[in-house]
């Protein structure tokens, strides 16, 4: 099987990150920081570890404004409805993933906020001064996807977020496809609430992500619950990382994530794009050879993730996958990839989305070339099939 659906979650992991959560797990699987026991220490050390890891990684200056959380959906709705309020106005974009979207609409349907979305134009990418225009006294917050996970754009948030930070406006940034892939720096970003997920280009497992929080910003608890600290007060605990925390956390998966991000880290983020755009740029050639074949938003490689989507002439995407998979072996990810304003402006809705290829630091150029080929043969098949047949031989015409 060649995985090419790594921007759904990458697979396999670094061999280090197998082997360290498995010692780790049997060695101090217990739950972190309620106790004074020796293995209570050592799980709370892991957890502090982590935090510092990743806090370095996006260059924050406090490590406990790093609170972990399931996934970036998880964080995205701790940050959303933590930051927004009845009578708030929020800019967003069209290119954003249902995990931003979704807690929007609720909040515009039940919770009396405002929502503006910006749409991208032909090539991918938001314009910054669109996001500008539309500031009002009442915006209150700007969320936007840094990477897209359907065309693979990587939006120009430093521009985003210094516009942001003249205005006051709270910057909150999606890296759920970039972290691991592009250098994130949330001081010279201009990021106030990052969101990341462990499993994507982190490197770690699923079911933990989180959200670095940036010193002057606040924002409010939407859950309550056990912090294995102070319990008596009747309150969920203002500081953080408690206060975005809640109930025993993932430890397993922080012992992933800390050997998934000390592999990025050794390897070096510009290192692994650098071999993702190599192959990128193979597929995307062999793609554009193809007859019949259309990509979206490919118009230039710069400024972009190694992640393609596009479609067969005359067939769903749905078909072509499973005919990726069942005939060639590849394995990708069809539909609307939870980014359904994305298929909307493409107008790929109307033919059920589109096929996506993710790569990751795991393929290599012969998976392209398979890849390629596959394509290419299906699409063959295709055209075959729209081509009027010819009258066999011999046979009376009708
Ligand atoms: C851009 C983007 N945002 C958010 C998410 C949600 O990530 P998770 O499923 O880890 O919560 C994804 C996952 O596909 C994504 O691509």
Redo the contacts with the bound molecule.
């Keep these: 099987m060649i995985f090419l659906d790594n921007?759904?979650t990458s697979f396999p992991k670094p061999e280090s990150v197998y082997t360290f959560m498995d010692g780790f797990y049997r060695r101090a699987g217990v739950n972190p920081g309620r106790s004074g026991y020796d293995l209570c220490m050592e799980a709370g050390e892991l957890l502090d570890g982590t935090r510092k890891l990743l806090a370095r990684f996006f260059n924050g200056t406090d490590p406990n404004r790093l609170c972990f959380a399931y996934?970036?959906?998880?964080a995205?709705n701790l940050a959303i409805n933590g930051l927004l309020q009845a009578g708030d106005h929020a800019i967003s974009t069209t290119i954003e993933?249902n995990?931003?979207l979704r807690p929007l609409h609720h909040l515009k349907t039940y919770g009396g906020v405002e929502v503006d979305l910006v749409p991208f134009d032909e090539r991918g990418f938001i314009d910054p001064a669109e996001i500008r225009r539309r500031f009002k006294p009442n915006t209150r917050l700007v969320v936007v996807?840094h990477?897209?996970?359907v065309v693979g754009t990587v939006q120009p948030i430093r521009e985003i977020g210094r516009l942001c930070r003249e205005a006051g406006i709270v910057f909150l940034v999606?890296t759920?496809?970039t972290a691991g892939k592009v250098p994130i720096d949330v001081r010279a970003d201009f990021i106030d609430v990052l969101a990341f997920?462990g499993?994507?280009s982190l490197l770690g497992p699923t079911g933990i992500?989180g959200l670095y929080v940036a010193d002057d910003v606040v924002v409010r608890q939407t859950r309550a619950g056990g912090t294995g600290v102070r319990s008596a007060e009747k309150l969920h605990l203002e500081e953080y990382p408690y206060r975005l925390e809640y109930g025993t956390p993932n430890i397993l998966g922080a012992a992933g994530l800390y050997a998934g991000v000390t592999w990025v880290t050794e390897r070096g983020v510009e290192t692994i794009a650098a071999h993702e755009t190599k192959l990128l740029t193979m597929l995307w050639t062999g793609l554009n050879e193809i007859d019949g074949v259309r990509m979206y938003c490919q118009d230039a490689l710069t400024n972009h993730l190694s992640v393609l989507s596009f479609n067969v002439e005359g067939m769903e995407a749905g078909d072509t996958g499973t005919m990726l998979d069942v005939d060639h072996g590849i394995a990708c990810r069809t539909g609307l990839h939870?980014a359904p304003l994305v298929h909307e402006q493409l107008g790929t809705d109307k033919i059920k989305g589109a096929v996506r290829f993710g790569i990751g630091p795991f393929n290599t150029e012969d998976d392209i070339r398979q890849a390629v080929h596959g394509v290419r043969e299906i699409a063959a098949l295709q055209a075959s099939r729209q081509r009027p047949r010819a009258v066999p031989a011999g046979k009376p015409k009708a």
Excluded: E, F, M
């Design positions: 921007a759904a996934n970036s959906t998880d995205l993933h995990s931003v996807n990477g897209s996970n999606d759920s496809q997920t499993h994507k992500g939870c």
